[in-house]
């Protein structure tokens, strides 16, 4: 049956197989929700049921045909998926949608399907559109070709004009229960005390656990909450020590982006979870649940204003990795703040 591999989308699947159900399939639709719940899977399992050679229902798409199979592999001649990319001349540029997808997009709807009774066209992470993009996308929406599915995947209608989305049958998508999230988690192979840490921490979003490496992740919090330590306990004997160690971590760690952006996750994560001990909140909120004492110990010793600044820090320094500022220096500063915020 398609969708038997979707966990804890319910509402969304209901929609999607009532319209198979009825014949009543929208021209184009909206999945908005948080990433890592499984908006893209549910889109691919849409699209089989629409082009499977088995007759397009629910019930029928089990994806053992070859057009179910093409569709798993991005081969379908009907089914196109485009996502964001770096411009052609410069791989390591920002990735979005551009204009010229979504030209490529207009043309191929423009023809008749190839294999199937149906085209279908996904446009994943769609609020990377350029400003130009989603201006080019409104004829195409408001006069769709015959037998054509669009389906825009993002995380908040404001991502895109509404003069986009009201042309779109919006379907929501949420963050499963802590509960679903473990289960899924733990049939993909992870055992139980790490599931639910990924679980915790992914705030029930397990495509975003899935995307990484388990152990690697375990290692990396250990990694942000040791230089945490480092930090603070070298201040209070003395000041140079945690200068020494702020240009050290700044010097090991300050080239790696995406390793910035973790860590800064982990941080803002851990000062959460400080903030909800301190008000003695219930223990099954922290994230960090396996360092419960940890937490409790390290929230009576600071003031409320000390972890507010806390997360304002680890907000800042997201913000400025989104502006481009440089990994070392974003570094720098948040840990020297945290350092003489502690002070």
Same mark, same amino acid.
């Given at each position: ?16 197989? %009532?319209?198979?159900?009825? !014949? ?7 999945? +908005?929700? $948080?990433? !890592? +719940? !499984? ?10 049921? &629409?082009?499977?050679?088995?007759? !397009?229902? *629910? ?14 592999? =991005?081969?379908? $001649? ?8 770096? /411009?052609?001349?410069? /791989? ?33 992470? @769609?609020?990377?559109?350029? /400003? ?11 006069? *769709? ?19 986009? &989305? ?7 998508? +949420? ?38 490496? *388990? ?25 140079? =020590? ?10 090991? &760690? ?86 003489? %915020? @502690?002070?």
């Amino acid at each position: 049956m398609s969708f038997e591999a979707v966990r804890g989308q319910a509402a969304a699947v209901d929609v999607l197989t %009532g319209a198979l159900t009825s !014949g009543r399939v929208a021209h184009a639709y909206a999945f +908005v929700g $948080p990433s !890592g +719940v !499984g908006r893209k899977l549910v889109a691919i399992e849409f699209a089989k049921a &629409l082009l499977c050679h088995l007759g !397009g229902h *629910p019930t029928l798409a089990v994806g053992s045909c070859a057009a179910c199979r093409k569709v798993g592999a =991005g081969t379908h $001649p009907d089914f196109m998926l485009i996502k964001p990319t770096p /411009p052609e001349s410069n /791989p390591r540029g920002t990735v979005a949608i551009r204009i010229e997808a979504i030209r490529q997009l207009e043309q191929r709807a423009a023809l008749c399907p190839a294999e199937s009774a149906w085209k279908v066209f996904i446009v994943d992470d @769609a609020g990377r559109m350029t /400003p130009e993009a989603p201006q080019a996308f409104l004829k195409t929406l408001e006069e *769709p070709p015959a037998r054509t599915v669009i389906i825009l995947i993002l995380a908040q209608t404001r991502e895109l004009p509404a003069t986009v &989305l009201s042309r779109c049958q919006v379907v929501r998508f +949420v963050p499963l229960g802590e509960e679903e999230a473990v289960a899924l988690l733990e049939a993909r192979g992870m055992d139980g005390p790490t599931a639910r840490l990924l679980a915790r921490a992914s705030q029930g979003r397990p495509g975003l656990a899935l995307a990484q490496d *388990p152990k690697e992740w375990v290692e990396r919090r250990e990694q942000a909450l040791s230089i945490l330590a480092e930090i603070g306990a070298g201040r209070v004997a003395a000041p140079e =020590g945690w200068v020494g160690a702020l240009f050290k971590w700044s010097e090991t &760690l300050g080239r790696d982006r995406a390793l910035m952006e973790q860590l800064i996750e982990t941080w803002w994560l851990w000062y959460r979870d400080l903030l909800c001990a301190k008000a003695s909140g219930d223990p099954r909120l922290l994230i960090h649940g396996d360092r419960a004492a940890e937490l409790t110990q390290g929230a009576a010793a600071r003031s409320w204003e000390e972890l507010l600044q806390g997360l304002a820090a680890c907000r800042e320094a997201w913000q400025a990795l989104q502006r481009n500022v440089s990994p070392r220096l974003t570094l720098e500063v948040m840990l020297s703040r945290l350092a003489l %915020g @502690a002070a």
